[in-house]
């Protein structure tokens, strides 16, 4: 069974530009979401999707983070415009409908210099 | 505010010896709880859960005790081997189903040969 795929691997972009990252779930999970890692911490979530839409976005700096998940499989997280703080491990996680394990990809490491 | 706490950044241990690893919460909510496993460039993997109805639940060389009254949980790992260094994140949630994450700051676990 294919994992939970991210890229890009690694960005590294100066402040105030603009990245985009993809994740594609596990075939058949319905629930995907998003955490930012900054180094030294424990995952933060960022958002929540089931199929298409967004569960949980509370925690999503909503003037500069943005995220879809259009036709309910693939999904995208944005960034414009990024600052400093940005700089993080963002992390993409999918599970099945009512099941509390939530399997992650690699991540993507960014760094905004 | 942290609502999971891992008090301890890192934990040597001798292989064959027994690795215990400490996760505090303060969230009265939270009824279900997971730890999971992160290799270096890797996104954390899953590596065992409990339910608040449950004191402790067994998986190989894996054990989580908790202990409700004192929001707190353990997780041993006996023997330890090398293969189990890594940064170990103890997760909860208030629920078992679909509910995001709270993650603490992680211990690094070194098992020494």
């Known amino acids: 069974e294919a994992g939970v795929a991210q890229s890009p691997r690694y960005k590294i972009i100066e402040k105030r530009q603009s990245v985009a990252f993809w994740c594609n779930p596990i075939s058949g999970h319905a629930t995907l979401y998003w955490y930012q890692q900054i180094l030294g911490q424990g995952p933060k979530l960022l958002i929540q999707f089931q199929n298409n839409g967004v569960v949980d976005d509370s925690q999503l700096p909503k003037d500069r983070f943005s995220a879809e998940r259009l036709k309910g499989v693939d999904s995208t997280l944005k960034i414009q415009p990024a600052k400093l703080e940005d700089s993080a491990v963002y992390l993409c996680a999918s599970s099945l409908l009512n099941d509390s394990e939530q399997f992650f990809g690699p991540g993507t490491r960014l760094t905004v210099l | 505010d942290q609502q999971v706490k891992q008090n301890s950044p890192s934990l040597s241990v001798q292989e064959g010896r027994i690795s215990i690893l400490n996760c505090d919460y303060t969230n009265s909510m939270f009824d279900y709880f997971l730890w999971y496993k992160k290799y270096p460039a890797e996104g954390p993997t899953f590596l065992i859960s409990?339910?608040?109805?449950?004191d402790k639940n067994e998986d190989g060389r894996f054990t989580v005790f908790l202990n409700k009254s004192a929001k707190h949980l353990s997780l041993h790992i006996v023997p330890s081997q090398p293969g189990d260094s890594a940064v170990y994140f103890c997760a909860a949630s208030p629920g078992s189903g679909n509910t995001p994450l709270v993650f603490g700051k992680g211990t690094r676990l070194s098992v020494i040969a």
């Open positions: 409990i339910s608040s109805i449950k």
